[in-house]
């Protein structure tokens, strides 16, 4: 009973993710829409949605709450950056790989799957604590996972110049709006009702439109490109199987030692721990003249298996 609950929760956001493959496939969206979309959800919707959550969920007052989350969440990445590290020795990942391969087990694509996912599965009350994994993912992929691709060429010939971190990748949209948010609650600054209005419908469209997103994403990408190589199952297997159970470990760890760690909050980090690698990763493959296949062939066949792995992470989280 409790599986086909689950089910019943999932499928909305597989019809969506199929949607938007469909229409992608059907040539009712070419590339430029797709692109126009992108830029609406991540600069536009989610920022809106993410400014809107915060100001009807948080209280300030609840701000001590969150140092729990925070500390568990720097120790799960930590944890997974290491285990990351050994296993490209272990598996002796090839260069070109490396960076790709751990950016595929540590970081998550949290705003395009993540968030709309949470939205759906656990509703406003989950926001707070899906924006604290969002700042750690935020700052661990564009501080040290950016940085190890644009520095694992395929050939020493090919070195990407030396690209080293940029600050400036950190001030991404829905970071500023979640910043807006706090601003506003700490100066206790009073939003005129029509711009809130206008924010509330802006935010409303995120989790669909993400989604629909997704399954164009998939069409781009090709089902007829996937392979499963040794270096993409043993990504796989960390990310769907090791890490979730590690984040569960972590938190159940942080409890037993008397952390404030509300329940929605393991049942976020979670579920999010799951989630897909980063989107531009094949971008950022591209840039550091890495194996861009490989980056490419970790998120399509992420995107696919998380379908199949959600059911499973809820029935963990139950």
């Known amino acids: ?14 019809l969506l ?10 040539k009712f969206i070419d590339d430029g829409l797709n692109k126009n979309l992108a830029f609406l959800v991540m600069n536009i919707a989610l920022p809106s949605s993410i400014f809107v959550s ?7 007052s609840q701000l001590g709450n969150l140092t729990g989350p925070l500390i568990s969440g720097t120790v799960i990445l930590a944890v997974l950056y290491l285990i990351s590290f050994v296993l490209v020795k272990v598996c002796r990942v090839p260069h070109g790989r490396r960076g ?26 989950s926001i707070t604590y899906f924006l604290v994994f969002y700042v750690l993912s935020l700052l661990s992929i564009w501080t040290v996972g950016a940085t ?5 060429p395929s050939t020493p010939d090919a070195a990407a110049g030396g690209a080293r971190f940029q600050p400036k990748r950190l001030l991404q949209a829905p970071l500023v709006g979640c910043v807006a948010a706090f601003l506003v609650l700490f100066f206790d600054i009073s939003i005129p009702k029509p711009l809130f209005a206008t924010l509330n419908y802006l935010g409303n469209m995120v989790t669909g439109l993400s989604l629909i997103y ?29 890490s979730p159970a590690l984040t569960a470990a972590v938190f159940g760890i942080a409890a037993g030692l ?23 990763l094949p971008i950022l493959a591209t840039q550091g003249k890495g194996d861009v296949t ?25």
């Open 1 to 14: 009973m409790l599986l086909l609950e689950i089910i019943e929760d999932i499928l909305p956001i597989i």
């Open 17 to 26: 993710m199929v949607l938007g493959y469909f229409l992608r496939e059907k």
């Open 54 to 60: 915060v100001i009807k969920t948080l209280d300030l």
């Open 100 to 125: 790709s391969f751990i950016n595929g087990i540590v970081n998550t694509n949290s705003l395009f799957i993540g968030m709309p996912l949470n939205a759906a599965l656990f509703g406003d009350q």
């Open 148 to 152: 190890l691709v644009l520095n694992d």
């Open 214 to 242: 997704i399954g164009i994403s998939l069409s781009v990408a090709g089902l007829a490109s996937i392979r499963f190589d040794k270096d993409t199952v043993v990504v796989m297997l960390v990310k769907f199987v090791l």
């Open 258 to 280: 008397g952390g404030v760690l509300p329940a929605i909050a393991s049942q976020t980090f979670i579920v999010q721990s799951a989630v897909p690698t980063i989107a531009v």
């Open 294 to 318: 490989y980056a490419a062939n970790l998120v399509t066949i992420g995107t696919l298996l998380f379908v199949i792995v959600v059911p499973a992470v809820m029935l963990l989280i139950s």
